[in-house]
């Protein structure tokens, strides 16, 4: 079954530390996946798509298929940064969310 | 452009009632999939369509339907709520649906009581 896990509920950093947020899926075939943040009192918004290999405010993400992973960094966090992040996968035209992680960022 | 608008933001509704959410996606936007957000459960994936068709179905019960328009304006109904229904309503929109990207609407929170 396909099913994308977050293992942390809670990462707390202080700023300008390194963070990374794990991310691990099971998929057969060539998975899709997506990192979304959703701010305090925002609405949910896409940050990365692992085919554009793109950086979003500093973010990064690298699909390891031999690992199934997909872990979100970021070098230096902002207070900025503190949201709630989802790890999602798309089979067959919708999104399989995993539980989220909430990034705290102390100054 | 505008983005996804989803009306109305609040609702209140007793048990055993029912309920009609609305979704307007981005203008272009062809594919409308909506999610049930809920503190235990996370994001829950109830349906999608595309021109009107359903294309995709999530775990839900039958008391959990929609539709599209010709105009891709969506809509969410729920019939015979139940307590178990309050939750964050989730509109997505997309060009085609899956590899484009989604975007996402407020939600409509519903509360039964």
């Known amino acids: 079954a396909q099913r994308v896990t977050q293992p942390e509920k809670l990462l707390s950093v202080f700023k300008g530390a390194p963070v990374e947020l794990k991310c691990n899926y099971s998929?057969?075939?060539?998975?899709?996946l997506f990192w979304y943040v959703q701010y305090s009192r925002q609405r949910l918004q896409l940050l990365l798509r692992?085919?554009s290999r793109e950086s979003i405010k500093g973010f990064t993400a690298d699909l390891n298929k031999g690992e199934t992973s997909f872990h979100l960094k970021k070098p230096f966090a902002q207070e900025e940064d503190s949201a709630m992040y989802y790890c999602?996968?798309?089979?067959?035209?919708?999104?399989?969310f995993g539980t989220g992680t909430r990034l705290q960022v102390f100054p | 452009k505008a983005g996804v608008t989803q009306t109305p933001r609040y609702l209140i509704k007793t048990r055993g009632q029912q309920v009609t959410l609305s979704c307007s996606p981005i203008?272009?936007?062809?594919?409308v999939s909506w999610y049930q957000q809920t503190p235990g459960q996370g994001l829950q994936f109830l349906f999608e369509?595309?021109?009107?068709?359903?294309?995709n179905k999530g775990n839900f019960p039958g008391r959990f339907s929609g539709r599209q328009f010709s105009n891709s304006r969506s809509e969410m109904n729920v019939s015979t709520l139940e307590l178990g229904d309050s939750a964050l309503y989730l509109c997505?929109?997309?060009?085609?649906?899956?590899?484009?990207?989604?975007?996402f609407g407020s939600g409509t929170r519903l509360t039964v009581v």
């Open positions: 997505a929109s997309s060009l085609a649906g899956q590899g484009f990207g989604y975007t």
């Open positions: 998929y057969s075939g060539s998975p899709e």
């Open positions: 692992h085919i």
């Open positions: 999602a996968l798309v089979n067959t035209d919708k999104l399989i």
């Open positions: 203008s272009g936007h062809r594919s």
């Open positions: 369509y595309f021109s009107e068709t359903q294309r």
